[in-house]
Structure formats: C-alpha cells, structure tokens
C-alpha cells in the first residue's frame, strides 16, 4: 500500500523560530510537493521536487525552502515563522510518466505559529 | 493561469439520496482528478478523466468528462454518510503540477 508520513499530525511553534516539516515516502516516487490548505483559498503548492536534489518553486514559495537530499524524504523549511503561515501542511508525492498527476497525500501536518 | 471552480461550496443531504458536484475549468482541461478529503487529513485519490466525454465509476461514484473538456461532474448514487467529506478536482499543468479547486464539503445526515 501507497504510504506518505508526515512526522507531525500537530506543531505549535513562537514566531520567528525555524520550523521543519518532514515528508517520507516509501514508493520510490520520483515526484513529491508541499501544499498549504486555508480555508476560502483551497489548496495552494509550495514547492516541489521531481529528482533528489531538484526544486522549483510553486505559487506561493516566499518565506519558504525545501530540501532533498535522499529520494524517499522531501522536507520542507520556515526559515524564520511568521502567524500568516499558520495553516495546514499537506505533502504528497506522486510517480513518473503518465501516473504523475495522481498523486499520494500525507495526513497533513496543522501549524500553529503563536 | 488555470483556475477551477466548485459548485456547490457545501451540500448537505439525506442518507440514500442523490447528488452532483460539478468542476468548472477556466480553460480546456486535458486531465482532471478527483480527490476527496475527510476533515483534517490528507486528500485522497478517486478517478481520473483525460478524454471528452469519458466517464468513470467507482462503487457509487461516478464521474464524467464533458465532451468540450471544460467541465466535470461528480455524481454519488444513493449517499451514505461515509460519503461524507470534502472533494476537490483537480487540473493537470505543466511541469507535473496540479491546480487544485476549493472544494465541495458534502454532510450526509443519516
């Protein structure tokens, strides 16, 4: 069965802290992305990586990074936390060629930046 | 840039009846997946339509593809509460991205 962990289910952390969400996948997909989920603004991508080590930036990329440096793992960094990135953190991944628009979600991780 | 819109917001209906969500595209769709989500969790792959007029099943949902390829439509026959949720399309792009709608959240009343 198809399985992508998020560690976190909740986070609550202070402004200005530096926060990682960590996504593995065990599907040896090549493809994996970060999505935010708000309410009234539905699901919006962050980044995403298609090869270990490749990023690019999706439609709402500020104040955020990511990183992949093994295939399986694809996390995703607030450099400094701000309250307007409290949200819903949704990864998923997804496999190459003509499957790779289904895509797996993780559970999602709930943010909360006091 | 794409941009897909769901109707209705919200539906809420009795166990056992009828309903339809339809997807509407901004521009012509050339993939279209349906997605559904229980509250607080991750989303969860249904079907996917790629040609004009297709349509798919899967238990008592169907979904199918207008022949002009700007909009889908979601069908659950005879609702059980385990219908219930929150179900989004979703539009094939470039560059393996996805464009999400806002989604639809379907209450079941048993």
């Known amino acids: 069965d198809v399985k992508v962990t998020q560690s976190s289910r909740y986070l609550v952390k202070r402004t200005g802290e530096k926060v990682f969400l960590e996504c593995v996948q065990d599907?040896?997909?090549?493809?994996m992305f970060w999505y935010r989920q708000d309410p009234g603004l539905g699901l919006r991508l962050i980044y995403f990586?298609?090869?270990?080590?490749?990023?690019e930036k999706g439609d709402i990329p500020e104040g955020y990074s990511v990183s992949r440096e093994k295939k399986e793992r694809f996390s995703l960094i607030l450099e400094s936390a701000s309250t307007n990135q409290t949200s819903m953190y949704l990864c998923?991944?997804?496999?190459?060629?003509?499957?790779?628009?289904?895509?797996?979600f993780g559970a999602g991780t709930r943010l909360s930046v006091l | 840039s794409q941009e897909l819109e769901q109707s209705p917001q919200s539906l809420i209906v009795q166990e056992g009846k009828n309903l339809t969500i339809n997807c509407t595209s901004s521009?012509?769709?050339?993939?279209l997946y349906w997605y559904k989500q229980k509250y607080g969790e991750g989303l969860i792959f249904l079907m996917m339509?790629?040609?004009?007029?297709e349509e798919k099943s899967h238990e008592k949902i169907t979904a199918k593809l207008d022949e002009k390829k700007q909009q889908s439509s979601l069908h659950i026959t005879a609702s059980q509460p385990s219908h219930a949720g929150i179900y989004l399309c979703?539009?094939?792009?470039?560059?393996?991205?996805?464009?999400f709608g806002k989604g639809t959240l379907l209450t079941v009343n048993p």
């Open positions: 521009k012509t769709l050339y993939g």
């Open positions: 990586s298609y090869d270990v080590k490749m990023k």
């Open positions: 599907m040896d997909h090549e493809n």
């Open positions: 339509l790629q040609k004009g007029g």
């Open positions: 979703g539009a094939a792009g470039s560059n393996y991205k996805l464009t």
């Open positions: 998923a991944s997804s496999p190459p060629g003509a499957a790779q628009n289904i895509q797996y």
